[in-house]
């Protein structure tokens, strides 16, 4: 493999600077030399990948077995530029330091390889300055070679080239230690060191003034670079020192003379007081001029003229040397030039104190450039030596606009014009009538299957307590996701949520943010709705993704997309709700990534972003629902983030802001006191949406007087709504729009253009109420519904009054019982709900606000068939989401037949556990619990329900037993102690269970752990000890935490179990395997005296040898009392522990079953087992089967003994 590596290498540097006449040339020969087939030649001169170019060439290399690659070389030196062909005006840099450079390579090795050679950084500029000079007709070149400087041009290629290798890229991360090692070293010894050095000075002193006295060059050590002999005159000549000193820029390059040599100082001997003790003294000195001590840090040169050469502009500030063979000495120093009226002292021009790059603090090396020239280089390489003062380093405003316009003055016209354009283009966006007056909170999630055997996904449900929120929106996280990736890894953020849960919102929030300067870290941000992309037949390009979207799209130039290709990194690509392309599922899964320019359908458009084969590097952030078919892409996300909906203190501060900003303060109380009369409602303000359709029905109602009162359900909500707007309606246009609301939906869209509408008044007339309205960032004139509740509401409406709708069709459409032919998909969620309240609520008041008495006829007939339907329900057959779903449709229908027959049905045990509670659910179960009229079991685990439902619930005196998450359940208690609830307290505790337990991760554990110490620090606080119930009643636990997590938290565990007095099953079996060892089981066996109750000890599967076999046969004792059932099924036991556990048997006077199988004892542990079996008649069942005893003994055995077990 490293011969492989070595050709490769050179090949790659063949490859990378020649034209591709000379790459047809060499693969000619290759051809001529019979080293290449024709087919092969032909297939290679078409291939456009230049890495598998030259891998392809190595390996035809390597398989003719040439160890010195003989054919490399000789194939270079057949490919020489004639001299005939070389450019007027530059040497022939074919000399050493050409070849310095050349076995660099333009790309190859990148920093690592530049610090570890020979190449001198000057011949190593016109390198790469005649490369790029080769394929130009026309250039103005310098016409007095003496004079010949660094060209910026040269030096910018070179960067550009360095970031573009994705290996050097790579090798960034680790820049920073190796940088340490190079550069710090006090000594500065070895030929790998003596490239380049960059002068950096401590906190102290940058930006002030420091004393150079003249004692300080004689104490310190010059260092040479190791000598080159030149290859030719012409290079001779570009290496002679040049007549005078140049600046170019506010460069400074200053010829050295052998007389009066300048010494480079290292870095103490330069900016501190003292040189440090440690340097070795100069061989050649300088006289150098002592300033005041007013005067900033200064270094002199000799006397004489000065050139400047502008040139150079964009490096960071500091001072550098570059020397080598030819070149006595270069000194670069980027700073301001100095001004004409501050005058020189007599001993040469004084350059003043080196400032420090604001946003490169002590880079160390001279071909590091700023992080505004390339931002996408990783932090990992932004190593300072010097400690940052804190002044420096304040986040403020002011700062981040200077940066950013700082970097904007280096970018080219048209990429700045774009730029401007694209910030113009978010700030002009409205925010909308549905913006966000309070921000919500994100929480982080994950997604898992809904079950073993299903391919569906949905959000895992943590415990409250558990919940890991995101301080600070999105912005924060953006923040910290940057700085967690991986260098050229595209990061991908997904917030999810369910519909009008605010996702939309905070994406245009977050677009409009970095239009202000907010996110400075991402040169340009792209939100794109993805309602605009999924149209049928079109083909996409990475530009039309990021530039074509948008009733106005913008106009862009090659230029730009170079620039943002170049910078991937730095771009942020918003795809808004991402559900939208549900269509285009298993794009993770499509072959092949398209080139930014190639025209591809929409699946491969995404499979490049999402493969990390376009814009690789960008963070890509979507917005999405939480289910469908796209929840699987989803789950491979970097990050995944919930978002949370409002609290009731949000909920109080969005009615509050809501009415103020209308300037109606005075309406703010008499709102709230509303709100809180109607508990249903307001356990539905933790929606942004609903809660905002809350404040506009309050505000209708409170501009009409007193006696206003809000509905009690969500249909009557938005009848309160739509009614006004129904009144003032076109003839039939509220059902002609349902009827459009309900096809749309059909189909999973909530967008609609504007010809799809029965005509222009029914248009004009949704638009001017607010029902639709124009969708952003539509390519055309497109609207969408003014909310997902909104659509549903309507797609309801539709099913009530449609006359295309069967009788025997409409129970399907509540979703209640699923259908094995054709099954309804509920896309509409919110459809079976309001369609129940629209049939069984008074028509007065319901259907009859919305159309014409005479089309509620219908209705009644589809009232019928569903109170038939419903009451052949039996709720206890349904599961825990459909039964809730059917307990929302009973309240929403108001009847109280349908109510009383489905709350009467409720089983007493009711579990929910997996299920998600929101608050409307928590609110409708409790009221449905109350009216039952009996005792009901609650099993409440896994379901996130927030401390106020669960306070709700479990304090009804109908629920007499009940069980929650650990976490949760002692925070309850906390909070009802602090409130001085002790009775409820009290209650609750009873009510309270944990029976059966099963530990499945290390928080199980350390909940049950938290469980007991609230126990122990309430027994030692009260006058009465008194125990919890769940501790003093728990018969079962299980340990299930597998190979990795048992063996750390049994230790834990066993410390707990003396708590559990009444404990008569440990089950320490796992299907993975918890491998507690002989070390558990030693540490068990300590407590078996504390187990009095314990009837069953399962230790199966844990790697138990003969050591914890012997243990624990001399703990057995302990437990001869109690103990019925041991099992130590699929162990390590040898003959010595089941000789052990042998003499144990007889003591264990209430066992009456114990299974040793599938262990390793042979023929004589066996004997000794079969030998005790026979003096314990109390023992029923011995089960010790296991491969290592010969079968002919086993069957011997069992004939002898009956209770012998072989199964």
Not at 427 to 446: F, I, K, T, Y
Not at 1115 to 1122: E, G, I, R, Y
Request: proline share 7%; glycine share 6%.
């Amino acid at each position: 493999m490293n011969h492989f590596q070595t050709i490769l290498t050179q090949v790659r540097m063949l490859l990378s600077s020649r034209c591709p006449s000379q790459v047809q040339t060499l693969l000619d020969s290759l051809l001529e030399k019979e080293l290449l087939s024709r087919e092969y030649h032909c297939a290679l001169l078409h291939e456009p990948d230049g890495e598998a170019l030259a891998r392809k060439i190595s390996l035809t290399l390597l398989e003719k077995g040439d160890p010195d690659v003989a054919l490399l070389g000789w194939a270079w030196s057949g490919l020489q530029t004639p001299a005939a062909e070389r450019i007027p005006g530059h040497g022939d840099y074919g000399g050493t330091g050409q070849r310095a450079a050349m076995e660099l390579g333009p790309l190859e090795g990148g920093y690592l390889e530049l610090l570890n050679s020979n190449a001198d950084p000057w011949h190593l500029y016109h390198f790469y300055d005649q490369m790029d000079l080769a394929g130009e007709e026309e250039i103005e070149l310098c016409s007095e070679p003496d004079t010949d400087t660094i060209n910026c041009e040269q030096f910018s290629r070179l960067l550009c080239d360095i970031e573009g290798d994705e290996e050097t890229r790579e090798a960034y991360a680790n820049i920073a230690e190796l940088d340490q090692y190079v550069f710090q070293d006090s000594q500065l010894e070895g030929l790998s060191k003596d490239i380049f050095i960059e002068h950096i000075g401590s906190d102290e002193v940058i930006g002030e003034s420091v004393e150079v006295p003249t004692e300080l060059g004689q104490k310190s050590q010059k260092r040479p670079f190791p000598e080159e002999p030149l290859a030719d005159p012409k290079h001779q000549k570009l290496a002679e020192t040049p007549a005078v000193p140049m600046v170019t820029g506010s460069f400074l390059v200053e010829p050295v003379s052998n007389s009066t040599a300048l010494p480079f100082l290292p870095p103490p001997a330069l900016f501190n007081q003292e040189p440090a003790c440690s340097q070795p003294h100069l061989e050649e000195t300088v006289q150098m001029a002592t300033p005041s001590k007013s005067s900033a840090s200064c270094l002199n040169l000799p006397p004489g003229h000065i050139q400047f050469i502008p040139t150079l502009p964009t490096l960071s500030q500091g001072l550098w040397q570059i020397s080598g063979a030819g070149v006595s000495s270069i000194f670069i120093y980027q700073g301001e030039i100095p001004q004409a009226n501050q005058a020189p002292s007599s001993g040469g021009l004084t350059i003043h104190s080196l400032p420090k790059s604001p946003d490169r603090p002590g880079s160390t090396s001279p071909f590091a450039p700023s992080a505004a020239d390339l931002p996408s280089m990783p932090e990992p390489a932004l190593t300072s030596h010097t400690a940052v003062k804190e002044g420096e380093t304040s986040g403020t405003q002011c700062q981040v606009d200077e940066e950013v316009s700082g970097k904007l003055a280096n970018w080219p016209e048209p990429v700045k014009q774009f730029c401007h354009s694209l910030q113009d283009k978010y700030q002009a966006e409205p925010e909308g009538p549905d913006g966000l007056l309070v921000q919500v909170d994100l929480v982080r999630a994950r997604l898992e299957r809904t079950s073993n055997k299903s391919q569906e996904w949905e959000l895992a449900t943590p415990d409250w307590t558990e919940r890991q929120l995101a301080p600070g929106g999105l912005a924060e996280v953006l923040l910290a996701a940057r700085e967690r990736r991986q260098p050229r890894e595209t990061q991908v953020i997904a917030v999810l949520g369910r519909a009008g849960q605010g996702k939309s919102c905070c994406a245009r929030a977050l677009s409009r943010a970095w239009a202000r300067g907010q996110l400075p870290q991402y040169d340009f941000a792209f939100h794109i709705p993805c309602h605009c992309l999924d149209r049928p037949g079109d083909t996409y390009r990475l530009p039309d993704l990021l530039f074509s979207l948008g009733p106005q799209p913008l106009e862009v130039d090659d230029e730009v997309l170079r620039h943002i290709l170049r910078r991937p990194d730095r771009v942020l690509l918003i795809l808004d709700a991402f559900e939208e392309l549900e269509a285009q599922d298993g794009f993770l899964h499509s072959t092949g990534g398209p080139g930014a320019t190639e025209p591809c359908s929409l699946r491969g458009l995404l499979a490049g972003l999402f493969q990390r084969r376009l814009l690789r590097g960008c963070t890509l952030l979507l917005t999405a629902w939480p289910r469908g078919r796209l929840a699987q892409s989803l789950s491979k996300a970097d990050a995944l983030f919930e978002v949370a909906g409002f609290s009731p203190e949000q909920t109080q501060a969005y009615v509050l802001r809501y009415f103020e900003n209308l300037g109606v303060t005075e309406y703010q109380e008499r709102a709230l006191a509303l709100l809180q009369d109607q508990p249903f409602l307001l356990s539905h303000s933790h929606s942004p949406t609903l809660c905002r359709a809350m404040c506009q029905l309050l505000e209708a109602l409170l501009e009409q007087g007193d006696g206003a009162e809000l509905p009690a359900t969500l249909t009557g909500l938005y009848v309160g709504l739509l009614g006004p707007a129904a009144r003032d309606s076109p003839p039939g246009a509220l059902a002609e729009l349902a009827k459009l609301a309900w096809e749309l939906g059909r189909r999973h869209q909530g967008n609609l253009r504007e010809d799809q509408f029965p005509s222009v008044e029914v248009r004009t007339w949704a638009v001017a109420k607010g029902l639709v309205r124009p969708s952003p960032g539509a390519t055309e004139a497109r609207l969408a519904f003014s909310s997902f509740l909104l659509q549903c509401f309507l797609g309801a409406l539709w099913l009530a009054l449609s006359s295309d709708i069967k009788d025997k069709e409409l129970p399907q459409y509540l979703a209640l019982t699923p259908r094995k032919k054709r099954p309804y998909d509920n896309w509409l969620e919110g459809v079976p709900r309001f369609l129940t309240g629209l049939i069984f609520q008074p028509h007065d008041r319901c259907l009859g606000a919305l159309v014409r008495p005479a089309a509620t006829t219908l209705a009644d007939r589809k009232q019928k068939v569903l109170t038939k339907y419903l009451k052949r329900l039996q709720p206890g057959m349904l599961r825990a989401r459909r039964l809730l779903e059917l307990l929302h449709c009973a309240h929403e229908a108001e009847d109280v037949g349908i109510w009383q027959h489905v709350v009467q049905e409720l089983p007493a045990r009711l579990s929910f556990l997996g299920t998600r509670l929101t608050p409307p659910d928590a609110h409708v179960l409790g009221r449905a619990l109350e009216a039952a009229g009996q005792d009901f079991s609650l099993d409440l685990c896994n379901t996130g329900i927030d401390p106020s439902g669960l306070g709700s619930l479990v304090g009804l005196s109908c629920v007499t037993h009940f069980r929650a998450a650990l976490s949760d359940t002692v925070g309850l208690w906390e909070s009802l102690r602090q409130r001085g609830e002790f009775k409820l307290l009290q209650a609750v505790e009873e009510k309270f269970t944990i029976e059966p337990f099963k530990a499945k991760s290390k928080k199980d554990v350390e909940d049950l752990g938290n469980l007991v110490q609230t126990q122990r620090m309430r027994s030692s606080s009260e006058d009465t000890a008194r125990e919890l119930p769940a501790v003093r009643d728990l018969k079962k636990l299980e340990f299930a935490l597998g190979p990795i997590s048992g063996p750390q938290a049994f230790p834990r565990l066993v410390r707990i179990l003396p708590a559990f007095s009444s404990l008569q099953h440990l089950d320490l079996d796992s299907p993975s395997e918890n491998k507690i060892g002989d070390e558990g089981v030693a540490q068990l066996s300590a407590i078996f005296p504390q187990l009095k109750t314990l009837e069953t000890l399962n230790l199966s599967q844990n790697s138990i040898t003969d050591v914890g076999a012997c243990k624990l046969a001399e703990a057995l004792p302990s437990l001869a009392a109690s103990l019925l059932r041991l099992s130590l099924y699929n162990n390590c036991i040898c003959d010595v522990g089941a000789e052990s556990l042998a003499r144990v048997l007889p003591d264990m006077v209430s066992l009456r079953m114990m299974d040793v199988q599938y262990n390793k004892f042979t023929a004589a542990g066996a004997q000794q087992l079969a030998a005790s079996l026979r003096k314990c008649p109390h023992v029923k069942t011995l089960a010790m089967w296991t491969p290592t005893i010969p079968f002919g003994v086993q069957e011997h055995l069992k004939q002898l003994d009956s209770r012998i077990s072989l199964r």
